[in-house]
């Protein structure tokens, strides 16, 4: 993949700290960039700092983000009891409680984190953090979906009863209206979805289209240890003022330091 994407632009291609764009067609957007390795085994992130848009009208979009109606980070860590056969994400927990402390902000955890309470918040979140189930729909990419507690215990004081069935679908992301920087899905296959012309028809392409000025969604089922410390130290970069393409990549980098293979750190 390497010698048939890369090779032929390998030259025109700037210093490792300079952005580079790829804006995939098809089957592209399934290829982890950060993994494609060249001859000498050395993995494009160790060369590149990366970024992904779905389109050029989205790599140009600029949204006029209100800052000052902004509240905290939102985060979510392991919503409890998940609809259908779901398992607890322990580490997911742990994840959420460590970035809230590096963001210092409380997370919402288990009970607390329905879909009615989260949505409600991520409306004016400044950015957003979603550790839990993602199910990806190969034939119905606005069917895909994020999984959250169907506990009555996180309901707003306003809601009377929860008829909520615990997934929150792509389709009704569209019907947010966001103004986070990032919104970072720290789950399984969230950033995969139907293929269309312009893009990734899915989880990724709805925050972006409610407003989120980029997003941050993994391509197969990570590991939930490698995942924690690559997401840690991702929040860690930014907090001492690096911008987030170069922060993943420094995480990335670490990451791959204690877990070397490309499915711990590269999804």
Avoid at 17 to 31: D, K, T, Y
Avoid at 151 to 162: D, F, R, T
Avoid at 182 to 195: D, E, F, H, M, Q
Avoid at 214 to 224: A, E, K, N
Wanted: hydrophobic residues 40%; aromatic residues 6%.
């Amino acid at each position: 993949a390497y010698k048939m994407l890369i090779s032929p632009i390998k030259e025109l291609l700037p210093e490792p700290e300079e952005l580079v764009v790829f804006i995939p067609q098809g089957s592209l957007f399934l290829v982890p960039f950060p993994a494609l390795q060249d001859s000498t085994g050395e993995f494009l992130i160790e060369q590149h700092t990366l970024q992904i848009s779905p389109s050029i009208q989205t790599l140009a979009m600029k949204q006029d983000l209100k800052k000052a109606d902004r509240t905290k980070a939102l985060i979510v860590g392991n919503p409890a009891p998940m609809p259908g056969s779901l398992s607890q994400l322990a580490g997911a927990e742990a994840e959420a409680k460590a970035i809230a402390k590096i963001l210092k902000t409380t997370p919402i955890i288990g009970e607390a984190a329905t879909e009615t309470a989260v949505t409600a918040r991520m409306q004016r979140a400044s950015s957003i953090h979603l550790a839990t189930h993602g199910l990806f729909d190969e034939h119905q990419g606005l069917q895909s979906s994020l999984a959250f507690s169907t506990s009555p215990k996180g309901l707003a004081p306003n809601v009377a009863s929860n008829n909520e069935e615990g997934f929150l679908t792509a389709e009704e992301i569209l019907d947010l209206d966001l103004i986070a920087d990032l919104v970072v899905l720290s789950a399984c296959n969230t950033g995969r979805g139907k293929i269309t012309g312009d893009g990734v028809v899915g989880l990724s392409r709805s925050f972006l289209l409610a407003g989120a000025q980029s997003t941050m969604v993994s391509l197969w089922y990570v590991p939930d240890d490698s995942t924690s410390a690559l997401m840690q130290d991702f929040y860690r970069q930014m907090q001492n003022g690096i911008g987030q393409p170069q922060a993943l990549r420094q995480a990335m980098l670490k990451t791959m330091q204690t877990y070397p293979s490309p499915r711990e750190w590269a999804a």
